[in-house]
């Protein structure tokens, strides 16, 4: 959940710089769309017509590696968009 807050920081910082600290709510919102960064989480995005966050989903499962339980990632979606906005 963390990392949810990393990245909006990081939006809404990106976006006053480029409205030049203006929070005018169109414009604000304007430049937000189509941003990319590379979060913590892995490549993260706006859909510059819908808004919408476009990020990987991380598939893990639990194994013991080293005499540890660890989370062990063995499968990536890439570029995923909100489902029910995507099947408009």
């Known amino acids: 959940m963390a990392v949810s807050g ?5 939006l809404i910082y990106e976006a006053l710089k480029k409205t030049g600290g203006s929070v005018e709510g169109e414009a604000f ?5 189509g941003m990319s960064w590379e979060s913590p989480r892995g490549p993260m ?4 017509t819908t808004g919408e966050v476009v990020h990987n989903i991380y598939i893990r499962k639990v194994e013991s590696v080293g005499g540890e339980l660890r989370n062990v990632e063995f499968a990536t979606f890439n570029y995923v968009r909100d489902p029910r906005v995507a099947a408009k």
């Open 6 to 10: 990393y990245d909006g920081m990081h």
């Open 29 to 33: 919102v304007s430049a937000m769309k």
């Open 45 to 48: 995005s706006i859909d510059r």
